[in-house]
Nanobody, 127 residues
Framework: VQLRAFGGGLVQAGGSLRLSCAASGFTSVYYTIGWFRQAPGKEREGVSYISMSGSSPFYATSVKGRFTSSRANAGNTVYLQMRNLKPEDAAVYYC?????????????????????WGQGTQVTVSS
């Protein structure tokens, strides 16, 4: 069972990147997916969360209006479209999968509730 986040890179402030989260060994369509990030010297934080249907994703306040989560390929691939990137968005981004019902808004950032974690992808934003 593997979960992999990819698509990171170096971008100038104000630019865009799209991250992808792909699963192998299990069908991620039955899982809800969380995006997290960790900057050097900081704790990992929740960025976004998307349900199995892809409807009504949750977002951290710091990225709301700039980041968009979506699902494609019958739900087996999840994307995080990041626009108007800021230097403070620079971090290693991870996706995590949770089997089961959609988490409520107050709990989607709880890392212990996720079953699988992927290796992260580095996002660097130059000012």
């Amino acid at each position: 069972v593997q979960l992999r986040a990819f698509g990171g890179g170096l971008v100038q402030a104000g630019g865009s990147l799209r991250l992808s989260c792909a699963a192998s060994g299990f069908t991620s369509v039955y899982y809800t997916i969380g995006w997290f990030r960790q900057a050097p010297g900081k704790e990992r934080e929740g960025v976004s969360y998307i349900s199995m249907s892809g409807s009504s994703p949750f977002y951290a306040t710091s990225v709301k209006g700039r980041f968009t989560s979506s699902r494609a390929n019958a739900g087996n691939t999840v994307y995080l479209q990041m626009r108007n990137l800021k230097p403070e968005d620079a971090a290693v981004y991870y996706c995590a999968a949770r089997r089961g019902n959609r988490l409520i808004a107050s709990r989607w950032t709880e890392e212990r509730l996720y079953d699988y974690w992927g290796q992260g992808t580095q996002v660097t934003v130059s000012s």
